[in-house]
């Protein structure tokens, strides 16, 4: 079974600049994740999609961070304008979602961001 | 809301000695309990999980962790270290009711010495 795949898996831009990382899950799973994780900190959410709806997005910076989910599947995450304190691993994640056990999740390698 | 709080940022255990790793959680519901490890450079990978069933739970590589809901706890324990073992520990905690929102504590890191 395919994993949970992610690109770029590293991106150097400088602050004001833009950015998009994709990801695309496991096949059949319905719900998608996007974690930032910080040098030295947890995953943090920023956004989870069930299918295509939204499910949460508290914790994601809209006046810079936008996510979508096109036909349930892939998802693009993109950074516009990046600032210094963006630079992260951005984990994308996916589970079976209300199908199956909540909070198992499989993850990609990650895309890691530097802002110079 | 869920919350999950990881006692210590870091723990360091001898080869062969038995590992603590603490984690308290906060859930207004029956909550399911997870332990991710993630090692230098690699992906977060599932160690063990807890979802409503046996309280006491066996996961990967000899880890185990308890349910203990009168101390809102979920420690993962291992009886004796390998080297192999060093890395960064994750608890996280998600409930159906939240829409599966799932949120990992801070980490705690691992050293194994020799």
């Known amino acids: 079974e395919a994993g949970v795949a992610q690109s770029p898996r590293y991106k150097i831009i400088e602050k004001r600049q833009s950015v998009a990382f994709w990801c695309n899950p496991i096949s059949g799973h319905a719900t998608l994740y996007w974690y930032q994780q910080i040098l030295g900190q947890g995953p943090k959410l920023l956004i989870q999609f069930q299918n295509n709806g939204v499910v949460d997005d508290s914790q994601l910076p809209k006046d810079r961070f936008s996510a979508e989910r096109l036909k349930g599947v892939d998802s693009t995450l993109k950074i516009q304008p990046a600032k210094l304190e963006d630079s992260a691993v951005y984990l994308c994640a996916s589970s079976l979602g209300g199908q199956g056990i909540p909070g198992e999740l499989f993850f990609g390698e990650g895309s890691r961001l530097t802002v110079l | 809301a869920q919350s999950v709080t990881q006692l210590d940022s870091h723990v360091s255990v001898s080869e062969g000695t038995p590992v603590l790793l603490r984690c308290n959680y906060s859930s207004s519901y029956s909550p399911s309990l997870f332990w991710y490890v993630q090692h230098p450079n690699k992906g977060l990978q599932l160690l063990l999980k807890?979802?409503?069933?046996?309280?006491l739970v066996k996961g990967i590589n000899g880890f185990e962790a308890e349910f203990k809901k009168s101390e809102t706890s979920f420690h993962l324990t291992k009886p004796s270290a390998h080297m192999s073992d060093a890395a960064e520990y994750f608890c996280v905690v998600s409930d159906q009711y939240g829409g599966f929102k799932t949120i990992f504590g801070a980490g705690t890191r691992l050293f194994v010495k020799a």
């Open positions: 807890y979802t409503s069933a046996a309280t």
